[in-house]
């Protein structure tokens, strides 16, 4: 058994994606789709690495480094997992996504059957300039890194990649090689919605899927849509989501695309900017504008995996003593963001600095409610605290 299944006004940018395939022969749905889960080929596969230096992982409990898999583009076999799995298979040395010098094997083997697997060559998107950890690493917004490869088993099968439109409510399915299971699991899922690159989608499973970064998204038809690269709540829904990042890098990757990794631009710079120069009404309506216009999620980290903007913005504030317009922009990003309760906590530590006691213990309630973990949620000592003040 190869698989089993668990079920637990367009921009210019989405027109050009959207017209790329109408110059490419057309996509046949894939015979396999449609049988059993259990006689699906193997698609998803295990990362083992090592390198020169005799680094393997980041931690000697790890027997591998999360999921990879084989793309057919219609001209050569690649191999691909997601670009944070260099966080796990970690060389010391790397300090930017730059690892064919020092890489000594890379293998991605079947977790069923041990004796299929594929030998990887060079890391394609290798860049010098992208930081690999850190504040500054933006690595998780093009989180693929693609390899040629030396020698591949025949048993193994390779996706051929899907670029044209997807729509929400779209039936999809991630094959992975979660730490948990002894073999591949499916499991199947919807797409939420699109931004810029980052395909939303909640899984029908509420399993631990550690060890699925980098896990192929595919389509109801067989076709590579995406790339597992992390996990969020939904800031619309309040829902746990699954993330991947679109085959839109991919092809930039295979054309060979100028700016292939260029971060994008922390929006949050651009709110405070307006908040010191126009105040917190027009800081208010450009964050609107942006988040109204789909091609702005190509061009600004409006949804970021380590950063939240308008929680950056009413920091800085703070910082300089400007606690009336942190307040603001914090009560709005609680309402953008309504489903975190760090948002909750720091905003109720901008009213104790503006020496509102009674709408800091309120709004740290607030807190309580969205995470009810009184060892890790600070806003139940903080309200013990206050009430205790009083």
């Given amino acids: 058994m190869h698989c089993q299944i668990k079920f637990n006004h367009m921009s210019k940018i989405q027109l050009l994606f959207f017209l790329l395939p109408l110059f490419c022969t057309a996509q046949q749905k894939e015979i396999w789709v449609d049988k059993s889960f259990e006689k699906w080929p193997q698609i998803a596969l295990i990362n083992t690495v090592e390198f020169n230096n005799g680094d393997r992982y980041i931690d000697p409990s790890f027997d591998y480094a999360g999921t990879g898999f084989l793309i057919d583009t219609g001209k050569d076999t690649l191999a691909a997992t997601?670009?944070?799995?260099?966080?796990?298979?970690?060389?010391?040395?790397?300090?930017?996504?730059?690892?064919?010098?020092?890489?000594?094997?890379?293998?991605?083997?079947?977790?069923?059957?041990?004796?299929d697997s594929v030998v990887v060559d060079k890391l394609i998107n290798e860049d010098s300039s992208e930081i690999l950890q850190g504040p500054k690493s933006t690595i998780t917004e093009r989180d693929w890194i693609i390899f040629s490869i030396k020698d591949v088993s025949p048993n193994i099968h390779l996706l051929k990649p899907r670029y044209t439109t997807l729509v929400p409510g779209e039936r999809v399915y991630m094959i992975a090689c979660a730490y948990a299971d002894s073999t591949s699991v499916a499991y199947e899922g919807m797409l939420i919605r699109k931004e810029g690159m980052?395909?939303?989608?909640?899984?029908?499973?509420?399993?631990?899927?550690?060890?699925?970064?980098?896990?192929?998204?595919?389509?109801?038809?067989?076709?590579?849509?995406?790339?597992?690269?992390?996990?969020?709540?939904?800031?619309?829904?309040?829902?746990?989501?699954?993330?991947?990042?679109?085959?839109?890098?991919?092809?930039?990757?295979?054309?060979?695309?100028?700016?292939?990794?260029?971060?994008?631009?922390?929006?949050?710079?651009?709110?405070?900017?307006?908040?010191?120069?126009?105040?917190?009404?027009?800081?208010?309506?450009?964050?609107?504008?942006?988040?109204?216009?789909?091609?702005?999620?190509?061009?600004?980290?409006?949804?970021?995996?380590?950063?939240?903007?308008?929680?950056?913005?009413?920091?800085?504030?703070?910082?300089?003593?400007?606690?009336?317009?942190?307040?603001?922009?914090?009560?709005?990003n609680t309402k953008s963001n309504p489903f975190f309760y760090i948002n909750f906590n720091l905003l109720a530590k901008a009213y104790l600095m503006d020496g509102d006691k009674r709408k800091a213990i309120k709004t740290y309630r607030l807190s309580t409610k969205k995470y009810d973990n009184e060892k890790n949620n600070e806003a139940f000592k903080e309200i013990a605290r206050l009430i205790e003040e009083n």
Avoid: C
């Avoid at 930017?96 to 004796?115: F, H, Y």
């Avoid at 120069?277 to 091609?295: C, D, F, M, S, V």
């Avoid at 980290?301 to 942190?326: H, M, P, T």
């Fill in 198 to 332: 980052d395909l939303l989608i909640e899984f029908h499973s509420n399993k631990n899927l550690a060890g699925s970064s980098g896990s192929p998204v595919i389509d109801a038809n067989g076709h590579l849509i995406g790339i597992l690269s992390s996990s969020t709540k939904d800031n619309v829904t309040g829902k746990n989501i699954n993330v991947a990042v679109s085959t839109e890098y991919l092809y930039k990757v295979i054309h060979k695309k100028d700016n292939l990794n260029q971060p994008k631009k922390d929006f949050g710079e651009l709110i405070l900017k307006t908040v010191l120069e126009k105040g917190t009404k027009k800081a208010i309506a450009q964050y609107r504008t942006l988040k109204n216009n789909p091609e702005n999620f190509y061009i600004y980290n409006l949804r970021s995996s380590n950063k939240n903007g308008l929680r950056e913005v009413g920091k800085k504030l703070i910082e300089q003593n400007k606690i009336k317009e942190a307040i603001k922009i914090l009560k709005f």
């Fill in 82 to 115: 997601a670009k944070h799995v260099l966080w796990i298979a970690r060389n010391k040395k790397s300090k930017t996504v730059q690892i064919n010098d020092e890489l000594k094997k890379w293998i991605m083997i079947s977790k069923l059957n041990r004796i």
